[in-house]
């Protein structure tokens, strides 16, 4: 029985800090994620001198565009293609050439992945975003406020060369036009 007790007292201790270190594994794992297919969209972009699109994945298709209001929210997945018809519209039609490099879908623990400019990223050519610099923010559930839990929260500024950095909990990356 006293053997229970200090299980159950060191269990108690350690539930806490396991939410916090789940949680945080969760963010990273999905800002190298989202790092990874950033900087696959660059890379192809540049060898295969055609724009190169990441956007969010709408719900309930495999491989469409979200487009509109509620375009701004990656947490539901997002895919990487090559635009080879270079349409305005920048979006995934595989009978007019374009060719999906990468999807992935949603990942769990995550709210919101939220885009500060853009609703997608345009990759030129020249490895140059078409939108400028963007920030994405990348939220964990349950912890609505920055103050109290800045731990649950990551912050990637991409400037316009593509560059991509890890900014502090909460920073915003406007005006990071490098």
Not at 42 to 68: D, K, N, Y
Not at 89 to 116: C, F, H, M, V
Not at 161 to 167: D, L, M, N, Y
């Amino acid at each position: 029985m006293v053997t229970l007790a200090i299980l159950a007292i060191l269990l108690g201790l350690a539930a806490p800090s396991m939410t916090r270190f789940i949680v945080q594994w969760r963010l990273s794992n999905t800002v190298n994620a989202l790092t990874g297919s950033l900087r696959t969209a660059r890379t192809e972009a540049i060898a295969r001198a055609r724009p190169v699109i990441v956007c969010q994945l709408r719900a309930g298709t495999t491989v469409g565009c979200e487009t509109g209001t509620g375009a701004r929210d990656f947490a539901v997945g997002w895919i990487v293609f090559v635009n080879n018809d270079r349409d305005a519209a920048s979006a995934y039609s595989e009978s007019a050439g374009d060719e999906l490099l990468l999807r992935q879908s949603a990942l769990p623990g995550i709210a919101k992945i939220t885009l500060g400019k853009a609703a997608d990223f345009v990759f030129l050519p020249n490895g140059l975003v078409s939108s400028g610099s963007n920030s994405v923010a990348v939220e964990a559930p349950g912890f609505d406020t920055l103050v109290t839990t800045p731990w649950a929260r990551r912050t990637l500024c991409i400037s316009k060369p593509g560059r991509i950095r890890h900014a502090a909990d909460g920073v915003d990356c406007s005006g990071n036009d490098e």
